[in-house]
């Protein structure tokens, strides 16, 4: 018995109810599909439906095929309809959920600054590459015979009580001064001339650590070798180099001293920064300051390095960065440079 025409316009009626329900209920465009799939695809509800217009009348055909079509039409307006809400409502859950105030308060940076002892020795630097010299460096742990053999300072010397060593073998140390990079740079540099150099580095001393004591701590170096080098060279290059870094109503002095590594030798003072010269608490009432050791290069050492004594000559000069550090910000502890607290360092402003 094939199916008659009201039978099948009944089912139709029928699809079409269920079929509006459940997308209607449909809950993700993944649910959408598949009732798509399983209403309108090839092998689908309404294809299914279709199948019986063969056995129908053929007068009730045509109305039987429009009525499977307007229901398709209708099913796949619903769903493209229900997808699209399920969409929007799915961008506007994300957009909720990843949303920025932008009224929030931002995250405060601490704003860094220079090491105090960084601004001293790149003060300096711009001072001395002013004047023609380059930076040289040398390895913290030295060679003895740098460090004082060659600097004049032999085994059984005096002098080697003046600076209490680390050492790591019997040839090995942590440097006491940097001057052992004189002898390195004369070495690479002999017999050429002129050579004019600083170095900055750590150095090291076995001393108990107090308020003007580090058992490491920084110093500069200088050296000039060339020919007809004097002392009244040295004399101005200090003058210079004191007038630029503390002012330029800064004045110095030379006083005679030793080293084993200049002859003859002096220690340098400049007018104290803090009074102009007049005494106070910072030059202790004296209106001077001792800010570093110089003179003219050993012969001895000269030769070390492998330059002719009777050729050419030089100056050198060492300075300690902790105490002019101390003296241009007015740190009365040198173990204020290492102790690392922002709150200390902040207080440091460029010089
Ligand atoms: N090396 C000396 C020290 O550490 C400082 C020094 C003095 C260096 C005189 C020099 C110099 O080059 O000429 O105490």
Redesign the pocket.
């Known amino acids: 018995m094939p199916p008659s025409l009201e039978a099948l316009k009944a089912e139709l009626e029928s699809v079409r109810t269920k079929a509006v329900q459940e997308i209607d209920a449909a809950k993700t465009p993944e649910a959408v599909e598949a009732l798509r799939v399983r209403y309108l695809g090839k092998k689908g509800v309404l294809a299914g439906l279709m199948s019986h217009l063969r056995a129908l009348p053929a007068e009730a055909r045509p109305s039987f095929g429009q009525a499977v079509n307007a229901l398709r039409e209708a099913l796949e307006d619903q769903i493209g309809a229900r997808r699209a809400a399920l969409e929007a409502a799915a961008l506007e859950a994300r957009l909720q959920a990843e949303a920025i105030d932008v009224t929030l308060p931002g995250e405060a940076l601490a704003p860094g600054a220079r090491h105090p002892l960084s601004q001293v020795i790149e003060a300096i630097e711009d001072i001395f590459i002013g004047m023609g010299y380059r930076i040289a460096e040398g390895p913290d742990v030295e060679w003895d015979t740098y460090n004082f053999e060659r600097l004049n300072i032999p085994k059984d010397h005096p002098a080697r009580d003046m ?1 209490d060593s680390f050492y790591l073998t019997d040839e090995m140390l942590l440097r ?4 052992p990079v ?1 002898v390195r740079e004369m070495l690479a540099m002999a017999p050429r001339t002129p050579l004019k150099i600083i170095c900055p580095g750590n ?1 090291y001393r076995r001393d108990t650590d107090d308020a003007t004591h580090s058992h490491m701590f920084t ?1 500069i ?3 000039v070798v060339g020919e007809g080098v004097r002392m009244s060279d040295l004399k101005g290059t200090l003058e210079q180099f004191a007038r630029r870094l503390f002012g330029e109503e800064t004045k110095i002095r030379l006083r005679p001293s030793y ?1 084993p ?2 002859e003859p ?1 002096a220690e340098v003072d400049v007018t104290c920064s803090a009074c102009g010269g007049t005494g106070c608490r910072v030059c202790k009432w004296t209106g001077w300051l001792e800010v ?4 003219m290069v050993h012969p001895k050492v000269l030769e070390a390095g492998g330059y002719d004594p009777r050729r050419v000559s030089g ?4 300075l300690g960065v902790e105490r002019i550090a101390m003296i241009k910000y007015g740190v009365d502890d040198i173990r204020q440079f290492y102790v690392n607290d922002a709150r200390v360092l902040r207080s440091f402003v460029a010089c």
């Not at 570093?292 to 003179?295: F, I, P, R």
């Not at 100056?315 to 060492?318: D, Q």
């Open positions: 600076q006491t001064h940097t001057s004189q150095v110093q170096e200088g050296l080293f590594f200049t030798s570093l050791g110089a003179g100056f050198a000069f060492g």
